[in-house]
């Protein structure tokens, strides 16, 4: 049940309290209505969403109110607060899991030969300089790389031809076949 509005919070003010990154624009923000009731509530009146959240639990402190207050509009259906949240979540796992400090595993020319070598199998080195724009000397200097690494093979049948490797086929394999299962061996 709705008890009696203390506080009137802006979704603006709200983001900015909390801390957390702004990801929505929305023509129609929520205003989340403190009251003194004991439960949180959505009401919808000519289609327009009234929050009223329950001051009962809520933090004093201004930043952890306003996470809370996210939080509970979030919990009570609104889509801006749920991208608010979730996005701050999903950059504390991001955080906790070291994705941030990762370095790419190819570099952005290697990414390029990776790239034509699987959709031209049995490529030369010739055919590569000229499908990714690069002199045949970084060619073959990549291309050695990436044998080396494993990304690629090369055939020592006259002149060299490249092919993913085995292993190289199998990491993007589910990714190229959505029917693919991560069980299949």
């Not at 209505?33 to 919808?44: F, M, P, Y």
């Not at 950059?91 to 190819?106: H, I, Q």
């Not at 093979?153 to 993913?164: I, K, P, T």
Request: a negative charge.
């Amino acid at each position: 049940m709705v008890g009696a509005i203390n506080e009137t919070w802006s979704f603006e003010k709200l983001v900015k309290l909390s801390g957390w990154r702004n990801v929505v624009t929305t023509n129609d923000p929520p205003t989340a209505l403190v009251h003194d009731g004991s439960a949180n509530e959505k009401i919808v009146t000519n289609g327009v969403a009234a929050y009223y959240i329950s001051q009962g639990d809520l933090p004093l402190e201004p930043r952890e109110r306003a996470r809370q207050l996210l939080q509970r509009l979030h919990d009570l259906g609104d889509w801006a607060a749920g991208e608010i949240v979730e996005r701050h979540r999903r950059d504390n796992e991001r955080l906790a899991s070291g994705y941030f400090d990762l370095k790419p595993r190819l570099t952005v020319h290697e990414m390029f030969v990776r790239r034509y070598v699987k959709r031209h199998p049995a490529s030369t080195a010739d055919d590569i300089s000229m499908g990714v724009s690069l002199e045949v000397a970084e060619v073959l200097a990549l291309t050695e790389e990436l044998c080396d690494r494993g990304v690629l093979v090369s055939s020592d049948h006259g002149e060299a031809r490249f092919e993913l490797s085995a292993s190289e086929e199998a990491r993007y394999r589910e990714f190229d076949d959505p029917t693919a299962s991560s069980s299949t061996p």
